[in-house]
């Protein structure tokens, strides 16, 4: 379960930053907003997956 949640996890963050890079380059967003946008975002979706794996770990239990 580990292993193909981990994979789904990596799926979807490469999807979420190809959205944000296009985003950004519509936007026509200096470096420094770029990289905040990006370190932001990364960091939301890595706390809404971690949440989400927590909880399919407690429903599979």
Known sequence: MFI???IYAFIVL???NFLISKFCVKMQLDKT???KNFRVINMIMVALL???YLRVLNVAV
Do not use: L, N, T
């Open 4 to 6: 193909f949640y981990m």
């Open 14 to 16: 490469v999807i979420f």
């Open 33 to 35: 907003k770029q990289a």
């Open 50 to 52: 971690v949440c989400s």
